[in-house]
């Protein structure tokens, strides 16, 4: 058998073992790209799928900087920020990230996934400790893995468990707590003021991954901290550039120091290439966007609103979210990927998400508006979920 056959038997192997978990996954193909209505593998359909909360991938002042930006400095960074991608545009919008979430500063990332696994591992090591959500998200648990810190996982949201496990490791040299702002899956907030309060109590340091909050909630978008009044006191803030801004890449926000220190020793920072200069432009526009549009935000909650309350009224499960994020929970597993495909056909697209992403026993649709769809295409998309589910007996 040559090299590339062994291979084949072994991945096939692999790949049947997933099928078998019904964990198999594969790539849809879209039409176009962060329109409410699109076509998903031929057929058109609302698009309940999309973190692009408030339409801005599509804006035109984020177009139109991408664009000049493009033009005037070319398509790339050509190199990592520590050797020859650094751009005065990079410290444009460090400065306008620092500001928007009342950090002393901000280092933006090529992503977050790499925000998070080259951050933890820059500040917790060898006799730290990590207490990390147990439905923190994957890049944080990939961060902990990378560290050599001991971790230890406290139930979900909440601030007692968090308490107890710190106070039982009150010898550590650095304690770090990892939280969600807005859990991505389930849509449910952090209690971030009695998390704050027991992490100043127990001096241990907070990190809020506030990818879903950022832009989306709070009085000016800038986020689960503001949400609570509490702009400015979590002392450190990460979230990404390509959800509700509507651009790519991401930030971390704290003190002076913290930059610094990712800057020397994050190696998500020092080993990859700096992004291009598109990317940067349309973040700051993004941003001048937010400020400047606040309708955007105040379409997505009157959508939300309206989904949310079509959904409940339908007798779906929506657990307990709070936000924009809607989980409509399937409580047979082997239903969810063939209801997710018969809402296909019927015209509405919300991901069917299965275990290993979700807890087993809580499969579920994940369900979010965005600020640009019209109430008629809600509507299309409630009647799908009415019909369809009444089909499958999943709804009586
Ligand atoms: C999407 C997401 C990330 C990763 O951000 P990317 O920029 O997409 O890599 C990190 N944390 C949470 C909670 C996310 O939802």
Same mark, same amino acid.
């Given at each position: 058998?040559?090299?590339?056959?062994?291979?084949?038997?072994?991945?096939?192997?692999?790949? *049947?073992?997933?099928?078998?978990?019904?964990?198999?996954?594969?790539?849809?193909?879209?039409?176009?790209?962060?329109?409410?209505?699109?076509?998903?593998?031929?057929?058109?359909?609302?698009?309940?799928?999309?973190?692009?909360?408030?339409?801005?991938?599509?804006?035109?002042?984020?177009?139109?900087?991408?664009?000049?930006? +493009?033009?005037?400095?070319?398509?790339?960074?050509?190199?990592?920020?520590?050797?020859?991608?650094?751009?005065?545009?990079?410290?444009?919008?460090?400065?306008?990230?620092?500001?928007?979430?009342?950090?002393?500063?901000?280092?933006?990332?090529?992503?977050?996934?790499?925000?998070?696994?080259?951050?933890?591992?820059?500040?917790?090591?060898?006799?730290?400790?990590?207490?990390?959500?147990?439905?923190?998200?994957?890049?944080?648990? *990939?961060?902990?893995?990378?560290?050599?810190?001991?971790?230890?996982?406290?139930?979900?949201?909440?601030?007692?468990?968090?308490?107890?496990?710190?106070?039982?490791?009150?010898?550590?040299?650095?304690?770090?707590?990892?939280?969600?702002?807005?859990?991505?899956?389930?849509?449910?907030?952090?209690?971030?003021?009695?998390?704050?309060?027991?992490?100043?109590?127990?001096?241990?340091?907070?990190?809020?991954?506030?990818?879903?909050?950022?832009?989306?909630?709070?009085?000016?978008?800038?986020?689960?901290?503001?949400?609570?009044?509490?702009?400015?006191?979590?002392?450190?803030?990460?979230?990404?550039?390509?959800?509700?801004?509507?651009?790519?890449?991401?930030?971390?926000?704290?003190?002076?120091?913290?930059?610094?220190?990712?800057?020397?020793?994050?190696?998500?920072?020092?080993?990859?290439?700096?992004?291009?200069?598109?990317?940067?432009?349309?973040?700051?526009?993004?941003?001048?966007?937010?400020?400047?549009?606040?309708?955007?935000?105040?379409?997505?909650?009157?959508? +939300?609103?309206?989904?949310?309350?079509?959904?409940?009224?339908?007798?779906?499960?929506?657990?307990?979210?709070?936000?924009?994020?809607?989980?409509?929970?399937?409580?047979?597993?082997?239903?969810?990927?063939?209801?997710?495909?018969?809402?296909? *056909?019927?015209?509405?697209?919300?991901?069917?998400?299965?275990?290993?992403?979700?807890?087993?026993?809580?499969?579920?649709?994940?369900?979010?508006?965005?600020?640009?769809?019209?109430?008629?295409?809600? *509507?299309?998309?409630?009647?799908?979920?009415?019909?369809?589910?009444?089909?499958?007996?999943?709804?009586?």
């Amino acid at each position: 058998m040559s090299a590339s056959d062994s291979l084949r038997a072994a991945l096939s192997t692999d790949l *049947d073992t997933l099928r078998e978990a019904g964990q198999y996954r594969w790539l849809r193909h879209f039409d176009s790209l962060q329109e409410p209505v699109t076509r998903v593998d031929g057929r058109e359909v609302v698009l309940l799928s999309s973190s692009n909360y408030l339409g801005l991938a599509r804006h035109p002042r984020l177009v139109a900087a991408a664009r000049e930006a +493009t033009a005037r400095h070319g398509t790339a960074s050509g190199s990592s920020r520590l050797i020859a991608g650094n751009h005065p545009l990079y410290e444009e919008l460090e400065e306008a990230l620092a500001l928007f979430v009342g950090a002393e500063s901000a280092l933006v990332f090529a992503t977050g996934y790499l925000a998070n696994v080259g951050m933890i591992p820059a500040i917790a090591g060898e006799g730290d400790v990590i207490f990390s959500d147990a439905l923190a998200h994957a890049s944080l648990v *990939d961060g902990c893995r990378l560290s050599r810190a001991r971790t230890e996982v406290f139930r979900h949201n909440d601030p007692q468990t968090l308490e107890a496990a710190l106070r039982a490791n009150a010898e550590a040299r650095r304690k770090l707590v990892l939280v969600d702002g807005v859990y991505s899956m389930d849509g449910d907030l952090s209690p971030l003021p009695d998390l704050l309060a027991v992490c100043e109590r127990e001096g241990a340091w907070l990190l809020l991954d506030d990818s879903h909050g950022t832009g989306v909630l709070g009085e000016r978008g800038r986020g689960t901290a503001e949400h609570f009044g509490l702009a400015g006191r979590v002392p450190i803030q990460m979230g990404t550039l390509g959800k509700s801004l509507g651009s790519f890449g991401a930030w971390v926000a704290g003190p002076r120091e913290l930059r610094e220190t990712l800057i020397n020793r994050a190696r998500g920072f020092i080993f990859t290439c700096a992004l291009p200069p598109a990317a940067l432009a349309s973040s700051l526009a993004a941003l001048r966007v937010l400020e400047d549009e606040p309708e955007h935000r105040a379409r997505l909650w009157e959508n +939300t609103r309206h989904l949310r309350e079509g959904l409940r009224s339908l007798g779906y499960d929506l657990g307990g979210s709070e936000t924009h994020i809607l989980p409509v929970f399937i409580a047979d597993a082997s239903q969810v990927m063939p209801f997710c495909e018969a809402l296909l *056909d019927a015209g509405v697209f919300a991901q069917g998400i299965r275990p290993p992403s979700v807890p087993e026993g809580a499969s579920r649709l994940r369900v979010c508006a965005m600020a640009t769809h019209a109430k008629d295409q809600l *509507d299309r998309a409630l009647e799908a979920f009415d019909r369809v589910g009444r089909r499958m007996g999943i709804i009586s």
